[in-house]
């Protein structure tokens, strides 16, 4: 009995186990693997019955390294796992490793939407496989200050004028172009140039290009270096050959690519104004004044535009305030006027020991509760014994000459608290119910 309910388990787990989707990952290479040459990483998900939405593959980072994921659509497939048919989605991210070292993946999780029960969508979440690769830089190579694998590399220069009727004071423009197969531009170090006394050197900033398949794979990588020249006198001038070493992937060698030697004559020119600055220099010199121009009008229309919206916020809101005036005018005199306000500055008097003014309040405050009756027979019909009692000691006080002892208004305070709570919050209460239409007549 125990084995056969092991055997159902096993069964059912594996059973499920087949219903799952499944991660492959690998590198392409995964070994002998230099700094700066492109590793794959394939990612293949696989699921059974189809897949109900494209899956989610992330972008991630690697330290020391540059990861890319090319622009195109996944490729489909199918492959079979056990006894079922699974149809799978495979992603392809390309690494380059910036310098020697291990190198691990991350943690990466997919989210892959699929017809586990078809035609109902599951959403499953996948961890890719752990994987990792050594990039290593060859031994004739450790001793460079960079290190470029690639399988060609070519460098070229392009002069702006020719080189043989030169004089003092003219400005040659000096392109030179690198271009390296299946590599990044960005990973083509720059160039230094160098020139003797009497030429000055003017660098440019490079310009970097990457020409890439329609998969995403680099055809080529780019970078276009340019230096105007300025002849300060005449002279015979010889410029350094450029050189520039790379690893031959092909041949697992150390190369050179490199430009020879550049020399020309610089005749004399009866033109030239002595010290002439570089044309260089007199473009940065008569762009700094409109720069400046440029910079202060921007302010003064920043400034100018804050100004007119801060007069535009500042009438906006006093119009809004004109507008709402009546209103607040007419909510606070409906608040004065309100039955809990006479009744408030009863109560204020009353504990004040002011008679006078208590007495005033009183004949309000009963007015406001009983509209069209005479303060007599308000006290006479409504007000407790108590209360009543408290009131006549109120106008005793006020009217009577013999009674030269000091009202004091605590008592009639409770009673008229009192009074209020019991004869007045239910009046109010029956007033409202009273004001509603039935809604089951």
């Given at each position: 009995?125990r084995r056969?309910?092991l ?6 787990s ?5 219903q799952?989707p499944v991660v492959r990952?690998h590198?392409?290479?995964?070994q002998n693997?230099?700094v700066?040459q492109?590793?794959k990483?394939?990612v293949s998900?696989?699921?059974p019955n189809y897949f109900t939405?494209s899956?989610d ?9 540059v ?6 659509r996944p490729?489909?497939s199918?492959?079979?796992i056990g006894d079922?048919?699974y149809f799978g989605?495979t992603q ?5 490793p910036?310098?020697a070292?291990d190198?691990r993946?991350?943690t990466?999780k997919l989210s ?10 599951t959403?499953a ?10 990039a290593d ?7 460079l200050?960079?290190f ?7 460098i070229?220069e392009?002069w702006s004028r020719s080189?043989?009727k030169?004089q003092a ?5 000096r ?7 299946k590599?990044q ?7 230094q140039?160098?020139?003797p006394?009497?030429?000055r050197?003017?660098?440019s900033?490079?310009?970097v290009?990457?020409?890439k398949t329609p998969?995403?794979d680099?055809v080529?990588?780019?970078r276009?270096?340019?230096a105007k020249y300025?002849v300060?006198?005449p002279g015979?001038?010889?410029?350094p050959?450029?050189e520039?070493q ?6 697992h060698?150390?190369a ?5 030697p ?6 004399t ?5 002595a010290?002439?600055p570089p ?5 940065q ?8 121009a440029?910079i ?9 535009l ?6 535009a916020?500042?009438y906006?809101?006093y119009?809004t305030v ?5 209103r607040?005018?007419?909510l606070?005199k409906?608040?004065?006027?309100s039955?809990?306000?006479y009744?408030h500055?009863?109560i ?7 008679a006078?003014i208590t007495?005033?309040?009183?004949l309000?405050w009963?007015?406001?509760l009983?509209p069209g009756q005479?303060f007599?027979?308000?006290?006479t019909l409504h007000?407790?014994?108590?209360l009543?009692?408290?009131?006549f000691?109120l106008?005793?006080?006020l009217y009577?000459q013999?009674?030269s ?13 009192h009074?209020?709570?019991?004869a007045v919050a ?8 009273g004001?509603?239409?039935g809604?089951?007549?």
């Amino acid at each position: 009995m125990r084995r056969l309910l092991l055997a159902i388990i096993l069964f059912t787990s594996l059973h499920v186990l087949a219903q799952s989707p499944v991660v492959r990952a690998h590198f392409e290479p995964s070994q002998n693997i230099m700094v700066g040459q492109p590793v794959k990483l394939i990612v293949s998900v696989f699921v059974p019955n189809y897949f109900t939405g494209s899956p989610d593959f992330p972008e991630f980072e690697m330290e020391n390294a540059v990861v890319v994921m090319p622009q195109d659509r996944p490729e489909n497939s199918n492959t079979q796992i056990g006894d079922a048919k699974y149809f799978g989605i495979t992603q392809t991210y390309v690494i380059y490793p910036q310098q020697a070292g291990d190198f691990r993946l991350p943690t990466i999780k997919l989210s892959v939407p699929y017809a586990q029960t078809p035609p109902k969508t599951t959403m499953a979440q996948v961890v890719v496989p752990t994987l990792s690769f050594h990039a290593d830089v060859p031994a004739a190579a450790r001793g460079l200050a960079y290190f470029l694998p690639t399988t060609q590399l070519t460098i070229t220069e392009k002069w702006s004028r020719s080189l043989k009727k030169i004089q003092a004071g003219d400005t040659i423009e000096r392109t030179v172009t690198i271009t390296a197969s299946k590599m990044q531009a960005m990973l083509i170090p720059p160039l230094q140039f160098a020139a003797p006394d009497g030429l000055r050197i003017y660098s440019s900033e490079p310009a970097v290009r990457d020409q890439k398949t329609p998969r995403g794979d680099f055809v080529y990588g780019q970078r276009i270096e340019t230096a105007k020249y300025y002849v300060e006198k005449p002279g015979a001038y010889t410029l350094p050959a450029i050189e520039l070493q790379w690893w031959n992937l092909n041949t697992h060698r150390l190369a050179t690519a490199s430009l020879p030697p550049t020399s020309f004559q610089a005749a004399t020119n009866p033109g030239l104004v002595a010290e002439l600055p570089p044309p260089q220099r007199n473009e940065q010199t008569e762009q700094a004044p409109k720069r400046k121009a440029s910079i202060h009008w921007r302010r003064i229309a920043v400034i100018t535009l804050q100004g007119i919206l801060c007069v535009a916020i500042i009438y906006f809101v006093y119009l809004t305030v004109q507008a709402l005036r009546p209103r607040v005018v007419a909510l606070r005199k409906k608040q004065q006027e309100s039955e809990t306000a006479y009744f408030h500055r009863l109560i204020h008097a009353a504990k004040k020991d002011d008679a006078p003014i208590t007495y005033n309040c009183l004949l309000q405050w009963f007015a406001r509760l009983y509209p069209g009756q005479s303060f007599s027979d308000v006290v006479t019909l409504h007000a407790s014994p108590d209360l009543q009692t408290q009131i006549f000691g109120l106008t005793r006080s006020l009217y009577a000459q013999a009674d030269s002892q000091r009202w004091r208004g605590q008592t009639l305070v409770k009673e008229l608290q009192h009074f209020r709570a019991t004869a007045v919050a239910p009046k109010t209460r029956s007033k409202t119910h009273g004001s509603l239409v039935g809604l089951n007549p």
